[in-house]
């Protein structure tokens, strides 16, 4: 990158390695400078939470209004109904409408950690573009909007054209999508004066097609700007763990679970995911994840702290440090561990061990127990489990049971009512 922007909020996302394109550098910059830009990131409604992959979107939003500009986070609630194509090798399943509206539900819960939410010009505000997609006619929509898209053009880009040379089915509807997108940031352009749409580089395409349709329609002046994909230093898709992907809402992920995540994190990736997770200064980012041997282990700690601290709150850090050490250190149980409570009834005849390890989400699957016990990565209370046919019964729960799954992957087995 050899531009230096003037403006705080590009100088910072470069420095801290968000940006990997946008349409007009130097003329955002200027924009951002000028005054207060309103720039939005859509979402679609397909989980009732965001994952961590979304959280680089997230942290980014956050940064736009530290720097004194406006966040726009929009809900998917008709794109949703849809499905956004790019990349996937089948179609989205459809959703109902009372779906969607509960996974707006849950999501609206995550930016509310990390975005406030107000009247003033800085303040960021949430839509839904359900409001002026679902009340559209189709025909003025073709006329009107759809003249300004060309198909050659649209076949063209990465996400539609990666689908088709696989032969894979693509839908009309699922077609219909870019369009619709492209839509969004001319009506939020309209409506709010937005003037940056953000996202994923995946949505690159969709992005340019929304500047050019507003640039089409109203003559009007906007920007698009692209983050990264980010993969694990081993080559995985970030945010997803051994267990699926890794929720930022605490009722579909402990905020245990969720620190154990950032604390596993590989020695090469401590350094990028300090810088782009945490607020902490690029220097002392830089700092730690420099370190070698032992050492490094500490920076992995700050990293799980500040990003957990963030999304679930400092006393749920602090809580899930203190399980590790207690259950890492000192061989203990750990209160914060995921728990699962059996009660008597439930006992009445015993559960196997290979039972116990698939209802604590330790394992997949019996099979995937089996070949845990197999391998000798199961332990129950730390003594090595041999016997794939083990039964335990009420009287075995008088005290906590802890599970372990590998080297780090833990649970508990309590005795309810």
Request: proline share 3%.
């Amino acid at each position: 990158m050899t531009y230096h922007p003037k403006s705080e909020f590009l100088r910072i996302i470069i420095e801290r390695g968000f940006l990997e394109n946008c349409t007009a550098l130097q003329a955002l910059d200027e924009a951002l400078i000028k005054g207060v830009v309103p720039a939005y990131i859509g979402y679609d409604a397909t989980a009732k939470s965001l994952h961590v992959g979304h959280l680089l979107n997230i942290m980014l939003l956050r940064w736009l209004q530290k720097t004194g500009h406006k966040p726009i986070t929009l809900m998917g609630g008709g794109t949703t109904k849809v499905g956004d194509p790019s990349f996937r090798s089948e179609e989205r399943p459809l959703l109902t409408p009372d779906a969607i509206a509960g996974n707006i539900s849950g999501m609206q819960q995550v930016f509310a950690k990390y975005l406030s939410y107000g009247d003033a010009p800085s303040d960021a505000i949430m839509l839904n573009n359900a409001e002026w997609l679902d009340g559209l006619n189709y025909l003025d929509f073709l006329r009107d909007i759809g003249r300004h898209f060309s198909v050659n053009r649209m076949l063209s880009f990465e996400s539609v054209k990666s689908r088709l040379d696989r032969e894979q089915s693509l839908s009309f509807l699922e077609f219909n999508y870019m369009i619709l997108q492209a839509y969004d940031f001319l009506e939020i352009y309209r409506r709010y004066g937005c003037l940056l749409q953000m996202g994923g580089s995946d949505q690159w395409g969709n992005i340019v097609n929304g500047i050019d349709l507003t640039r089409r329609v109203i003559d009007g002046e906007i920007y698009g700007l692209v983050t990264p994909l980010l993969t694990t230093s081993d080559g995985r898709k970030m945010g997803k763990s051994q267990g699926g992907a890794v929720w930022l809402n605490a009722d579909m992920l402990s905020p245990y679970e969720f620190w154990q995540f950032w604390r596993n994190t590989t020695d090469a990736d401590v350094g990028r995911f300090l810088k782009l997770y945490t607020e902490l200064p690029v220097e002392e980012c830089n700092r730690l994840g420099a370190l070698q041997g032992a050492e490094i282990n500490a920076a992995k700690v700050t990293l799980a702290n500040e990003v957990t601290a963030l999304c679930h709150g400092a006393e749920a850090a602090a809580a899930a440090e203190a399980t590790a050490r207690e259950v890492f250190e000192h061989g203990g149980i750990g209160e914060d561990l995921p728990t699962v409570s059996l009660t008597r009834e439930e006992l009445k005849e015993g559960l196997s061990i290979v039972q116990l390890f698939v209802l604590t989400s330790l394992a997949k699957s019996g099979k995937d127990a089996k070949r845990l016990i197999a391998e000798g990565a199961a332990r129950a209370n730390d003594a090595l489990v041999t016997d794939a046919g083990q039964i335990i019964h009420a009287n075995d729960l008088d005290t906590p049971l802890k599970l372990t799954a590998g080297k780090k992957r833990h649970a508990r087995v309590v005795l309810g009512d």
